[in-house]
């Protein structure tokens, strides 16, 4: 099995046309976990001298340091390097997901050529830590090799109809909005069809804030105070769905919001726009905020589900799939996402039966 594995990687010129890759983003982090240089070299795996000379040649390529030594108090970012570490992480939040796309097409590619004994399975699906989990869960599985393109909900349920795809994971709140929300995908839900329903996981949607909530921000009518920055999830995503059926059930107007317009890609791109202080609060799951360090308002349980043909069912990969789903393994790696619950994971059902409301 060849695993392939894309990352972003930086480079910087100079004004006379110099590139360079800058090296030095895990040493960074890890100066900021511990503010001790000793222990910073010795987590990343680089001796104290060398992790010194590192720090020295950067801060000479940026014309000012990256770390402030002091005396009695360890080692401390400076601005500059606060912002090369957030940068970083922004960078990789907002692009992980098509980076994890295109990784999983390369690999079906190479592996169907090396190999032809595990069956693809391809899974269309709404961006979350769950789905993470269970692809992570798969990569050493000898019958399966899952396929993965993160999408909207919308989208994948469409392409689930035009038979793109095995499997499409999308997700409906539970509670009072959960009959508008399921109305917006009652075109791909008809219980006439021949799907079938797998319950994956719930999980918990609601408003990220900074740490200590200096806005106080505390139902979604705070966020139409024009001195609140908002940043929001792209239009195709289900939390972006699930976002404007809370707004309309409260009657607000999404352009009373400031920044309902920005938008980014994945959970963890909207919780590193705050942390960045780029945005004072967004909208996603609490898994996503607790990552980043920040505060989160919870607003609304959900279900998220895999949808299926009934024959799909019988496909040795999938029967992996579910099998991997029912494994208390899993159960306990889900329970402990922020949340996150697992305990139907696995469950199949019927259309008529999981949907009686459309």
Same mark, same amino acid.
């Given at each position: 099995m060849i695993e392939v594995n894309l990352k972003a990687v930086w480079l910087f010129s100079t004004p006379v046309g110099h590139e360079r890759e800058v090296p030095?983003?895990?040493?960074?982090?890890? %100066? !900021?976990? +511990?503010g001790k240089l000793t222990f910073a070299a010795r987590e990343v /795996?680089? +001796?104290?001298?060398h992790a010194w000379d590192l720090l020295d040649k950067w801060g000479n390529f940026f014309g000012q340091p990256?770390?402030?030594? =002091? =005396? /009695?108090?360890? &080692?401390?970012?400076?601005?500059? /390097?606060? *912002?090369? %570490?957030?940068? !970083? *992480?922004?960078? *990789?939040?907002?692009?992980?997901? =098509?980076?994890?796309n295109l990784a999983s097409e390369l690999e079906v590619e190479i592996n169907q050529i090396v190999s032809s004994e595990r069956q693809v399975v391809k899974l269309h699906a709404s961006h979350g830590f769950a789905v993470a989990e269970m692809r992570e869960r798969l990569?050493?599985?000898?019958?399966? =090799?899952? !396929?993965?393109?993160?999408? /909207?909900?919308?989208?994948?349920?469409? @392409?689930? #109809?035009? +038979? @793109? #795809?095995d499997l499409a994971g999308f997700h409906v709140p539970t509670g009072e909005t959960r009959k508008e929300s399921l109305a917006r995908y009652a075109k791909w839900l008809k219980p006439g069809k021949n799907y079938r329903v797998i319950r994956f996981v719930?999980?918990?949607?609601g408003i990220m804030v900074k740490k200590g909530n200096p806005l106080h921000i505390s139902?979604? +009518? !705070?966020?139409?105070?024009?001195?609140?920055?908002f940043v929001n999830r792209e239009p195709s995503s289900g939390t972006r769905m699930l976002f404007d059926v809370l707004l309309e059930k409260e009657k607000l107007i999404p352009n009373q919001i400031q920044g309902y317009q920005k938008e980014e890609l994945t959970h963890n791109a909207v919780a590193a726009y705050v942390a960045s202080d780029m945005a004072d609060a967004g909208f996603g799951v609490e898994a996503a905020a607790r990552q980043f360090n920040l505060d989160f308002i919870p607003l609304s349980h959900e279900d998220y589900y895999l949808l299926c043909r009934q024959?799909?069912?019988?496909?040795?990969?999938?029967?992996? %799939?579910? *099998?991997?789903?029912k494994n208390e393994s899993f159960h306990k790696a889900i329970n402990q996402l922020p949340g996150y619950s697992s305990s139907n994971s696995g469950e199949i &059902?019927?259309?008529a039966d999981e949907f009686k409301t459309i």
């Open positions: 030095v983003f895990n040493l960074l982090q890890a %100066i !900021d976990n +511990s /795996g680089l +001796s104290y001298r990256l770390v402030r030594m =002091q =005396q /009695g108090r360890g &080692a401390a970012l400076t601005p500059l /390097g606060e *912002k090369l %570490i957030w940068a !970083d *992480k922004r960078v *990789k939040a907002r692009l992980t997901a =098509q980076l994890t990569h050493n599985n000898p019958a399966v =090799q899952l !396929d993965l393109q993160y999408r /909207g909900g919308e989208e994948a349920l469409a @392409e689930l #109809c035009r +038979s @793109e #795809c719930t999980r918990q949607q139902t979604l +009518s !705070d966020l139409t105070n024009q001195n609140i920055r024959e799909t069912l019988e496909k040795p990969g999938v029967k992996e %799939i579910i *099998k991997l789903l &059902a019927t259309l």
